[in-house]
């Protein structure tokens, strides 16, 4: 288990989403869900596939309207309403289909809704080139195809292409969905030092994962989802992992096994 | 993150041995940064081009293809189905269609009619000089209204493009009819007519040699600047000598194209009459009046600047493209895809609006069969210059090129004498052969 620092869970909330509520015609997807998430705090979200985990999540990167609910940035009540408001606020996502375009070359995606311009107000390529070489060097020294479109990169590159851009600017809120699914071990293992390192950084970061060993690794905090609804939220120091399996197979919380 | 399976697949100097394999050829493109598929079209240009004339000089005595005459009605036919080419590029990019580009055409030629030739000169007299600018602008914003209209329902309303547009053929050509009950205006405002070419329509020896000049002056700037951003920012630069061969190469090419222009003169009977009406004592025979660049050309000309400056350098062309590439990334990135589809359909009807103008300028007279047909060529053209019909993928000059193409087919098996159901086998056979040699060029690139 993670040999973290304990979080400091008595200041505000990074982000606070209270009594979330989705529905798509007539099935309730996210049923009146309340999650926190603090400074430096890896908060992660499980649940069976249709639990509702992705759909909560996007609510808060602006991708879907909630019916009701109300999300609080640093404590103050934030509207969310497209993407780019939740761009505002700082809150990055890493979404499990990368979201690239695949025609275009990294720097493009990079800075893709938030382009780089000339004085002139044209797009300024060699400008974004020149950043995401920088940024790249960083997060993945042995990127080099910055030329050619990102379908002719593998899975790990364009993830780094994907987490690059939620890196690149400033994100304080990130949002990984299931970041390492389709990655090999040893990428799995970049993206959890990525982790740890945005982590010391004061990042709050949302883990969407099917799996409960990444989890109980990364995480500080577990939040389990079943059909829609909440089953639980709980330390990961508090919990083993048939406690959690339990929650997310039955439903039920690991104080009420006991009784 | 390191990737560690392709670490070793991309040093970054190959081995010498690995470089030596390479041919001279792909150096060339190596170093120039040209593009494979525009040199093959230029390449099926070029063939096409001495195909025809071939065949004119083996069968029937004498070629007609190669001739400055035919090329320059060839640049004015290519003008027409070249503008809208350029928005159907946007539209196609981004996974749609429009297939009601002709009726459009048809309906603002026949708006843009009624306007100058019914309207504006009840107020404003017949002739006066600000007629053909109001009815031009007024059929450019007609355009992008329907086009507009259009894309709200595609957008907003979620209806395929495909039907909006089909729909949109049919409806706007009814239209045409009902609104001029059939009839043909004519003739058009004098100055109007001159959008459309001819002898009087076109700028002149003087005036081409201006146009080549100013052209000349922007590949050279092109490639200076991108030299300059290059070295700013310590990128790998082309070569000295691929860099001035670009310039050479687009200076000549355009020089050539003056030069064509310039060495086709007026006919007799046009030279006549301005010597006639200008009171000029000379013999006709001795007075060469060159046409220079037909003004319809010139439009395409800037039509295709401006297009190819608005993909590649604003970021309404970068969304374009995203769009195209993965729509929902686009939405994700916080961009609004659905007023961006309203923006792009606009602009193609725009364009048509623009297209109307040439076509009936050049014609002097506005029919409702205007345009019929011309969707089918303007899809050709835009897929045949590499618009992928997948999405994502495609240039306007590509474009441009590939409705140069379409129309020199079309023009050169007039010129040797098919009839005209022939004309639509091979024209229909050659779309689908591009198609289907695009898709094994991309499948060979993947």
Redesign the interface.
Same mark, same amino acid.
């Given at each position: 288990m993670s040999a973290n620092t304990p979080i400091d869970r008595t200041g505000t909330p990074l982000v606070e989403m209270r009594n979330m509520s989705i529905s798509f015609g007539g099935i309730q997807a996210v049923d009146d869900v309340s999650i926190d998430l603090y400074p430096g705090e890896v908060v992660g979200l499980l649940g069976h596939n249709g639990a509702g985990k992705s759909t909560l999540i996007k609510i808060l %990167?602006? &991708?879907y309207a909630a019916d009701s609910g109300e999300i609080y940035v640093n404590g103050e009540k934030a509207t969310i309403d !497209? #993407? @780019?408001d939740a @761009?505002t606020y700082n809150i990055e996502?890493i979404?499990q289909? =990368?979201?690239?375009?695949? !025609? =275009?070359d990294a720097a493009?995606n990079l800075f893709?809704? @938030?382009?780089l311009?000339t004085k002139f107000?044209? *797009?300024d390529d &060699?400008?974004m080139?020149?950043e995401c070489r920088k940024i790249m060097h960083r997060? !993945? #020294? !042995?990127? @080099?195809?910055f030329s050619e #479109?990102v379908s002719a990169l %593998?899975g +790990?590159?364009r993830? %780094?292409v994907a987490?690059a851009r939620a890196v690149y600017f400033d994100a304080k809120i990130l949002i990984m969905d299931e970041p390492t699914a389709a990655? +090999?071990p040893?990428?799995t293992q970049? *993206?959890a030092e =990525?982790v740890q390192e945005l982590k010391r950084q004061g990042l709050g970061i949302f883990l969407i994962s099917h799996d409960i060993a990444d989890v109980m690794e990364l995480c500080d905090r577990v939040s389990v989802m079943k059909n829609g609804q909440l089953v639980g939220t709980e330390k990961v120091e508090d919990v083993t992992d048939d406690d959690i399996l339990g929650m997310i197979i039955l439903g039920k919380k690991p104080g009420a096994k006991a009784a | 993150m390191t990737d560690t399976t392709n670490a070793p697949a991309a040093p970054s100097n190959p081995p010498p041995s690995q470089a030596a394999r390479k041919g001279a050829w792909s150096r060339f493109l190596t170093a120039t940064e040209l593009d494979t598929r525009l040199i093959g079209m230029v390449a099926a240009l070029i063939l096409i081009w001495g195909g025809f004339h071939m065949y004119g000089v083996l069968v029937n005595g004498q070629g007609f293809f190669l001739t400055p005459r035919n090329l320059w009605n060839l640049s004015v036919q290519t003008a027409s189905i070249g503008i809208m080419a350029t928005g159907m590029v946007l539209v196609i990019i981004t996974r749609h269609i429009d297939l009601s580009v002709g009726s459009i055409l048809g309906f603002t030629a026949i708006l843009m009619g009624m306007m100058q030739v019914n309207i504006l000169p009840q107020y404003l007299g017949l002739g006066h000089p600000a007629i053909w600018i109001i009815t031009v602008v007024f059929g450019i914003i007609c355009g992008m209204m329907i086009g507009g209209f259009q894309g709200a329902l595609v957008a907003y309303g979620g209806i395929p493009a495909f039907i909006v547009t089909l729909g949109g053929l049919l409806v706007w050509r009814g239209c045409a009819f009902l609104v001029a009950r059939g009839e043909t205006i004519s003739p058009v405002d004098a100055t109007f007519s001159l959008l459309g070419g001819g002898p009087y329509g076109s700028v002149g020896a003087t005036g081409s040699w201006i146009v080549g000049l100013i052209i000349c002056a922007g590949i050279v700037f092109m490639i200076v600047n991108g030299r300059r951003q290059r070295t700013k920012f310590e990128f790998a630069k082309r070569p000295y000598w691929a860099d001035t061969f670009l310039a050479v190469l687009g200076c000549a090419a355009t020089v050539g194209a003056v030069l064509l222009v310039n060495s086709y003169y007026w006919p007799k009977g046009i030279v006549k009459q301005y010597i006639a009406a200008n009171d000029l004592n000379v013999e006709a025979e001795t007075l060469f009046i060159s046409h220079g660049f037909a003004i319809p050309v010139l439009v395409l000309v800037v039509v295709a600047v401006t297009m190819n400056f608005v993909m590649n350098n604003t970021r309404f062309g970068r969304y374009v493209f995203a769009i195209g590439g993965n729509p929902e990334a686009a939405a994700l990135a916080g961009i609004d895809t659905k007023w961006m589809t309203v923006k792009i359909f606009a602009i193609m009807g725009g364009l048509a609006g623009l297209s109307a103008v040439v076509a009936s300028a050049r014609l002097n007279s506005a029919t409702n069969a205007l345009g019929t047909l011309d969707e089918l060529y303007v899809i050709a053209a835009a897929v045949i210059g590499g618009t992928s019909l997948a999405g994502g993928v495609g240039t306007i000059f590509g474009a441009i090129l590939g409705a140069l193409v379409m129309q020199s087919l079309q023009s050169g098996m007039v010129l040797i004498g098919f009839d005209a159901g022939m004309q639509q086998v091979v024209v229909g056979s050659v779309l689908v052969l591009a198609v289907f040699l695009d898709i094994l060029y991309r499948r060979k690139s993947k």
């Open positions: %990167s602006g &991708a !497209n #993407p @780019r @761009r996502t979404y289909t =990368l979201a690239l375009a695949d !025609n =275009l493009s893709l809704g @938030r382009e311009t107000g044209m *797009v &060699a400008q080139e020149a997060l !993945n #020294p !042995n990127f @080099r195809k #479109p %593998s +790990g590159q993830q %780094s987490i990655l +090999g040893q990428e970049m *993206v =990525l | -």
